[in-house]
């Protein structure tokens, strides 16, 4: 009888053991899944997602901001990254055609965060039916994305929800500040028209009133043809640009054919935020950056062109004359 009782004691003292054992390892578990792990394809959204998370998970961006995203191919541990994410965040199939098919897998597509399908963006056109994709440079769109990774995330880990939603506003207040002294900084009369390299630029041109003379490029996967370059080689002889706003990965033999012995200044545009640093203030220091250049081509200021040649000491590149 005795032996029984304490048999049976025995056995609940396993037990209650093992449950407890079982809840801790649960709770460990869940705190862990508590740090989200966002993913983003480009780093400016990663930036942006930063801005919301800060401390509370990580962040990364497959994309290296030295390549054009428009030429992408990914790496099986490109795909890894992807797949073990909580939250992968893509603008959409119009813009890294390579991802559709990844992103239509069942299992995948719960967890990405289409940029495109956000409700409120403020969406430009390239052509008839066909958004144009840089929609991240339109900072207003920054903050509704931020809004809706401050869902997410605070759907996943609803514990830290309150740093989230400060986070948020602390970011939405940035961008405010910002914008303001982006539209006094540009209220300007620009001393000469600018021509762009990639027509990539509309969402923070229309933004802040710029508007550029020419492009050499509408879609970097379509080099122009021989009747393009004729004609836009007219152009830059006509319109006479001062400047052009050009890309680290840009062709220079393109520039040079087009240009045809046409002198101007050429500034080299941090589209990707390669050289910002991925912290809460990461995106408001990369439009800065933006206007910098914007400014700097505009008006050709003595205090921007000092800026610019620190910025080469600093980069290796920047401001150039091109022949
Ligand atoms: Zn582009």
Not at 84 to 103: M, N, R
Not at 139 to 150: E, F, G, L, P, T
Not at 302 to 316: D, P, Q, R, V
């Amino acid at each position: 009888m005795t032996s029984c009782f304490s048999k049976t004691r025995r056995l609940i003292n396993q037990t209650r053991r093992v449950l407890i054992c079982t809840l801790l390892f649960f709770s460990v578990i869940s705190q862990a899944r508590a740090e989200v792990n966002i993913v983003t394809t480009i780093r400016p959204l990663q930036l942006i997602a930063e801005a919301v998370i800060q401390g509370h998970g990580s962040t990364a961006s497959i994309i290296d901001p030295q390549q054009s995203p428009h030429h992408f191919s990914m790496s099986p541990s490109d795909r890894v990254a992807l797949a073990q994410a909580d939250i992968a965040i893509w603008v959409g199939p119009a813009f890294e055609t390579y991802l559709t098919d990844f992103f239509a897998q069942t299992n995948l597509s719960e967890k990405s965060l289409t940029l495109i399908d956000i409700p409120g963006l403020r969406l430009h056109t390239i052509a008839e039916d066909q958004i144009d994709a840089h929609l991240w440079l339109d900072s207003s769109n920054a903050v509704r994305i931020a809004q809706a990774i401050s869902t997410r995330v605070a759907a996943l880990d609803p514990q830290n929800e309150v740093a989230y939603r400060d986070n948020l506003s602390r970011f939405e207040a940035g961008v405010d500040a910002l914008n303001s002294e982006l539209l006094q900084k540009f209220s300007r009369q620009p001393k000469a028209e600018y021509a762009v390299y990639h027509n990539a630029y509309q969402y923070f041109e229309k933004q802040f009133g710029l508007r550029h003379a020419l492009f050499i490029l509408q879609d970097p996967e379509q080099p122009p043809g021989i009747h393009e370059i004729i004609q836009l080689r007219q152009d830059f002889q006509n319109r006479a640009p001062s400047c052009l706003l050009s890309q680290t990965d840009a062709s220079a033999e393109l520039v040079n054919t087009v240009l045809n012995g046409h002198q101007l200044q050429s500034i080299s545009i941090d589209l990707l935020a390669s050289r910002v640093r991925a912290d809460q203030d990461g995106y408001l220091q990369f439009m800065k950056n933006l206007a910098d250049d914007f400014a700097a081509c505009l008006y050709n200021d003595e205090s921007l062109n000092a800026l610019l040649n620190s910025k080469i000491t600093l980069s290796g590149r920047g401001t150039s004359w091109l022949n």
